[in-house]
């Protein structure tokens, strides 16, 4: 079992910055994929960005150029930093493991939050506008 943690929601006024964190523990390990999913009140959830243990990354389109995802695995922590951020992105923001291979932005949204291997209890951001 890994248990996630999340960390850093909040709220900022469109244009702002968040850095989210996920904090992972028990059967942890560097090898596995970590990342975010987000879900707004009444719409589908939304993959946001991924990393593989070996520093793949994977971002949503709608989230390019403005967040980051990071991880240090000496923490066994996954960071997402979110820049420039709009009122769409309002949204309950998920920590997730995924294990096994790299399955890109595409692979991930298909697969969706339940198709994860653990997710945590969600961490909230609001944007003002």
């Known amino acids: 079992q890994v248990q996630l943690v999340e960390s850093g929601g909040g709220t900022v006024q469109a244009g702002g910055s968040l850095r989210l964190s996920c904090a992972a523990s028990?059967?942890?390990?560097?090898?596995?994929?970590m990342g975010w999913f987000r879900q707004a009140p009444g719409k589908e959830g939304e993959f946001v960005a991924a990393?593989?243990?070996?520093?793949?990354?994977a971002v949503a389109d709608s989230c390019k150029g403005r967040f980051t995802i990071s991880r240090d695995n000496a923490k066994n922590t996954v960071y997402l930093q979110m820049n420039s951020l709009k009122h769409e992105d309002t949204a309950v923001y998920y920590c997730i493991v995924k294990n096994g291979g790299w399955y890109g932005s595409k692979g991930y949204q298909d697969q969706g939050r339940y198709g994860m291997d653990y997710w945590g209890k969600g961490t909230l951001v609001t944007v003002s506008s």
């Open positions: 028990g059967r942890t390990a560097s090898s596995y994929n």
């Open positions: 990393i593989s243990g070996g520093g793949y990354t």
